[in-house]
């Protein structure tokens, strides 16, 4: 059929490696998304910390 329509034949083997290599690609941009949306997370609440000012010292005599 691929032949009739003038297109590549690839082996069977070929394309479940192929498929097996875009799913581990997908879990990968999947986990490095993720990463992403937590780090801007962070960097949200850092700017937010930082714009609020230093905590004061504790009250003297304080156990910290």
């Given at each position: 059929?691929?032949?009739?329509?003038?297109?590549?034949?690839?082996?069977?083997?070929?394309?479940?490696?192929?498929?097996?290599?875009?799913?581990?690609?997908?879990?990968?941009?999947g986990r490095k998304t993720l990463e992403v949306e937590v780090l801007k997370?962070?960097?949200?609440?850092?700017?937010?910390?930082?714009?609020?000012?230093?905590?004061?010292?504790?009250?003297?005599?304080?156990?910290?």
């Amino acid at each position: 059929m691929a032949v009739q329509a003038d297109e590549e034949v690839v082996a069977a083997s070929r394309v479940r490696e192929l498929e097996a290599r875009v799913r581990d690609l997908e879990r990968l941009l999947g986990r490095k998304t993720l990463e992403v949306e937590v780090l801007k997370e962070a960097l949200t609440v850092a700017r937010v910390n930082k714009a609020a000012g230093p905590l004061p010292p504790p009250p003297a005599g304080s156990s910290r």
